[in-house]
């Protein structure tokens, strides 16, 4: 299967009064042709940073991407300038960002916003421009597409807005769309038919996509990988199968003892205890050696390799170490 996209150790910074922070440490991962790629962690593991930089979006100062690669198609985006990245910002790659209350001008009608990227790359005429948004909202599922393109995003609902943000990145048909947490500040009702609609998206026009959440039931239902961040860093990738049925770090398998489960009603659960590490003076071993029940002392002083479980699946944690293995097992015997 073709790599469409390919991050190869990518470093983001901030500059700020306090110090810098290290963002993005060495973050790689590569999404296949027609893929949903899920990347998913807590809140301030460098998620919405890592598309940021794929977009290059990082304000520049305080941020900057002070080290690594971001291959589409082979070419380097990291390289890229201003110019030449708006011309592939909306075309090629294109981002759902986080909140569809705030993504949309409350000024402009659906149906200008709706068109602006398509006269702006495509130099189609207005007429044109009108058919190409009447069929997109039509695909998005938004009826009565000739009246709705006259009105303004606040006689729209929550969800209804996230529909026109979704058609908007997908107007200029680009192959690779970036979902910032598409469902959040939705209800769940609402959230289940986006979600449909990216399988309907990616069926009908066969665009690959990088989904980023903290939302493990999202990612169950239409992700085809998973990659697991935290601290700046990806620790586990693997198909959902293997995240969700073999994960192998102590981090990933905390995320999945946190999520409610209809299947074990008695089961309680289980939180991860201890915060995040100080990424203004990050650990030099794994970053989740302060909240790992496992831990050990190598662990805070060396960061783990990269262990190929399958060809699919891999992880950075010393309990994958044979030695390591066994004086786990002695210990708990």
Partial sequence: MEKILKVENLHVTFSTYGGTVKAVRGVNFHLNEGETLAIVGESGCGKSVTSNAIMRLIPNPPGKITNGSILFKGQDLAKYSEKKMRSIRGVDISMIFQDPMTALNPTLTIGTQLMEGLRQHKHVSGEEAKDKAIEMMDLVGISNPEERLKQYPHQFSGGMRQRIVIAIALICEPDLLIADEPTTALD??????????????????????????????????????????????????????????????????????????LDLKEARLTPIDGTPPDLFSPPVGCPFTARCPFAMEVCDKVYPANTELTGSHQVNCWLQDERAKQLLEAAIK
């Fill in 188 to 261: 769940v009702t609402i959230q289940a038919q986006i979600l449909e609609l990216f399988e309907k998206i990616q069926n009908t026009t066969g665009v690959s996509i990088i989904l980023i959440t903290h939302d493990l039931g999202v990612v169950a239902k239409i992700a085809d990988r998973i990659a697991v961040m935290y601290a700046g860093k990806i620790i586990e990738t693997g198909t959902k199968r293997e995240i969700f049925y073999e994960p192998q770090h102590p981090y990933t398998k905390g995320l999945l003892k946190s999520v409610p489960r």
